[in-house]
Every structure is written in structure tokens, then in C-alpha cells.
């Protein structure tokens, strides 16, 4: 961004509060707001827990599906024009949930929010990497901001307008994300900008991408470090709660020590590739890694209230942060027109490792040691991580050098 004058780099900023917005509406509503309004759902469309984790993996798939092709789209069509298809589908999708309520209709719109969500997430990334080629560590962390901050409006907003409006009851919140989606696609569509580079190299063939990107052996160590990282990613979430509760820890407490690991994890991804624009990539994901290696083991060593607590606020302060770090690595390895493309590509190892990574965990906690092997396997993934973290190197035209220790500013 070196060309730019201080009122473009002003403007180019607002870039970065669209794209925490377009997250919050993305992964905070269309992903992770089910979780909360789930119960609700099932107890109106009388569900069994079978029908409605099928619904869950219905959104979890259309983004799996999409991931790798969105990244394809951009390359060819441009990032902001993709932002928007995607934006637009999560709008519809969204409002589409709470218009109407029967199971086909609602499986239909959790997995078109799946696809709109990896249509917004890769592209925007590559959009506004563009514009902040000397600061896309931290750039990247504000956006992944964005689902924390969705995720704690979920919190707060389902059950006060459930419970202020019983006669639609769960379809409220839908409805209003809806709403705010679509105000958010109309905001990105008057303000978001195609950076320079992309604008010039839209129209890229099919073989230059899988030169450039799927062959390519630095980005394929970026997908396995992604990989690493994606099998332990959920297991924290999804056992973190039963763990303490198995250990006399009241609920109440336990759901506070859980909500303090989500609070954090909003500052984690903008601190950590703040730390790595400076230090480095490898530097700042090897040290990263090791502490959240801790961090996982701290339950198994110490399994009481202050065990967790400390847990929660390592993890919390750091895995948010790792993912940020290995996308930004992504887009190192790659010029200007295939960051999207590399990253949708790196990011369906990260959703397969998701997707094992659950039920292996659980596994081990009914077949081997309980709780504590679970967070065994997930602290020996994240070290596992770390050799493949050393040996990653900066390309000749990454602006950030993975491992550099000096600061490069804009000039």
C-alpha cells in the first residue's frame, strides 16, 4: 500500500470495520448463532437431537463445499464481487429461517448459509490483504474479531428477544439477523474497493491457480500446520464445559470461566498478527503454538477451578490468534490475485481436521482415559504442529518475510 496517500489509507481502514461486520453477520450469526437458538428450534419443530445436529452439519457442509471454490471465484470474477454473492445468499438464507419452519425448508437455508459464508470469509481476507499487503497479520486478526464479537451479541440478544416476543419466538433473532445481514451487504456494496492488484489480474486461468497454488509445496505446508490446528480446534468448545462439570465445578461458574475464553478471544487475533507483522510469521506462530501446547495440558495436570481458569484464558488469548497467523501465511506464499484461492485451498484442511477432530476426542474419552485424554490428543496436535511451523520460509515477493525480526513499514 505503499502508493497510497494518507486520505486512502484513512478510507482503506473503513475496509477493515466492513469486513469485522460482514464476520459478525457471516460466522457470527450464520454459523454460530444456532448453537444458541437450537433448544428453541427442537422443542417448536419437535425435532430429535439427531434432525438438529443434522441441520448444524448442513451449514458446516454448504461451507465445506464452497470454501475452495470461493478462493477460484475470486481469482476470476474479484473479491468484492464475491463478498457481495455471499453477503446477500447469508441475508436471504438468514430471513428465509425464520419465515418459515418446516425441516426440509430449514435444512435448505442452514446450507445455503454454509455456502454464503465461505463466499464472504476467503474473499474478503483477499480483498483487504490488498490493501494492507505490509500489515495483513493484524488486518486478517480483526476481521476473525468479527465472530467473537457475533458470538457474544449471540449471547446476549436470543434469549431477551425470544423470551420478548413468545409468539414468534426463535424465528425473532433470525429475522433480525436477517435484517442487519442485509443492511451489511448494502454498506459493503457502497463502500469496499477491489485493491489495485486484484482489479488488474481478475481473469486468470484455471492452470495458472493450479501452479501457482495447489501444486505448490510451501502452500500445501501451510494447509498440514492448518490441519494440525483444525483437528484440536473444536475439541476445547465442545468438552471444555463437561470436563469442569465432571470435576464438581458448579455450571454456573463453569459457563463464566467459558464466556471469560470468549471475551479474550476477540483481542487474540488482532494481538497476534500484530506480533507477527513485527516479528515475523514463523516466529510468532512456533511461540503461539507452544503456549497454546500449555495451555491444553494445564486441565490434565491441574483439574480444578483454577486449572481451568488459567486454561481458558491461554487458550482464549491464543488459538484465535494461531488461526489468523496460518491465514496470513497462506496469503504469503502467493501473489496478490491467488491469495483467495490459497487460502480456500489451506482452509479445507482446517474444516476436515474440524470435522475428525470431535469425534476422535470423544473416542478417547469413552474407549481410553476420559476428559484428560482428550485434551492429551489435542495438546499433542498443537505440538505436532510446531516442527512444520519452523520450517515455514518467506517467498521472494511475500512483503512480510515469515521469519524476519525487524519491522518493514510503509513508505
Request: glycine share 12%; hydrophobic share 55%; proline share 5%.
Amino acid at each position: 500500500m505503499s502508493n497510497l496517500t494518507g486520505d486512502n489509507r484513512a478510507a482503506s481502514w473503513w475496509f477493515v470495520i466492513v469486513g469485522i461486520l460482514l464476520n459478525v453477520a457471516a460466522l457470527g450469526f450464520a454459523r454460530f448463532a444456532y448453537g444458541v437458538i437450537m433448544p428453541f428450534m427442537m422443542n417448536d419443530m419437535r425435532l430429535s437431537y439427531g434432525q438438529a445436529g443434522l441441520l448444524g452439519t448442513a451449514t458446516a457442509s454448504g461451507y465445506l463445499s464452497m470454501v475452495m471454490f470461493a478462493g477460484a471465484m475470486t481469482a476470476k470474477w474479484g473479491a468484492k464481487r464475491v463478498v457481495l454473492w455471499g453477503s446477500t445468499l447469508v441475508s436471504l438464507s438468514l430471513l428465509g429461517l425464520g419465515l418459515l419452519s418446516f425441516y426440509a425448508w430449514s435444512f435448505t437455508m442452514m446450507l445455503l448459509a454454509g455456502v454464503g459464508t465461505a463466499m464472504i470469509f476467503t474473499p474478503l481476507v483477499a480483498l483487504l490483504v490488498g490493501w494492507f499487503p505490509n500489515k495483513r497479520g493484524v488486518v486478517i486478526g480483526f476481521i476473525g474479531s468479527g465472530a467473537g464479537i457475533g458470538s457474544l451479541l449471540n449471547g446476549y440478544l436470543i434469549p431477551f428477544l425470544i423470551d420478548s416476543f413468545p409468539r414468534w419466538g426463535w424465528r425473532v433473532p433470525w429475522i433480525l439477523f436477517g435484517l442487519i445481514a442485509c443492511c451489511i451487504t448494502l454498506l459493503a456494496a457502497v463502500i469496499l474497493r477491489n485493491p489495485p492488484e486484484l482489479q488488474k489480474r481478475v481473469g486468470v486461468t484455471r492452470q495458472d491457480a493450479f501452479r501457482e497454488v495447489y501444486k505448490k509445496k510451501e502452500v500445501l505446508l501451510v494447509a498440514v500446520i492448518y490441519f494440525f490446528n483444525g483437528l484440536p480446534y473444536m475439541v476445547c468448545m465442545t468438552f471444555l464445559f463437561g470436563f469442569m462439570v465432571e470435576r464438581q465445578i458448579d455450571p454456573a461458574a463453569a459457563g463464566q470461566i467459558v464466556a471469560l475464553g470468549g471475551l479474550i478471544s476477540i483481542t487474540s487475533g488482532p494481538v497476534w498478527g500484530y506480533v507477527s507483522d513485527k516479528i515475523g510469521r514463523r516466529l510468532a506462530l512456533v511461540v503461539g503454538l507452544a503456549i497454546t501446547t500449555v495451555g491444553m495440558l494445564i486441565p490434565v495436570l491441574a483439574p480444578g477451578f483454577l486449572g481451568f481458569l488459567t486454561s481458558q484464558i491461554i487458550i482464549g488469548f491464543t488459538v484465535g490468534g494461531m488461526l489468523s497467523l496460518i491465514q496470513a501465511s497462506s496469503t504469503d506464499q502467493v501473489r496478490p490475485v491467488f491469495m483467495g484461492a490459497s487460502l480456500g485451498y489451506v482452509t479445507v484442511f482446517f474444516a476436515v481436521g474440524q470435522l475428525l477432530g470431535p469425534g476422535i476426542a470423544g473416542y478417547l474419552i469413552d474407549r481410553v482415559g476420559g476428559f484428560p485424554s482428550a485434551f492429551l490428543f489435542a495438546a499433542l496436535m498443537f505440538l505436532i504442529a510446531v516442527p512444520f511451523a519452523m520450517r515455514l520460509r518467506p517467498p521472494a515477493h511475500s512483503p512480510i518475510p515469515v521469519g524476519r525480526t525487524e519491522y518493514q513499514r510503509e513508505v
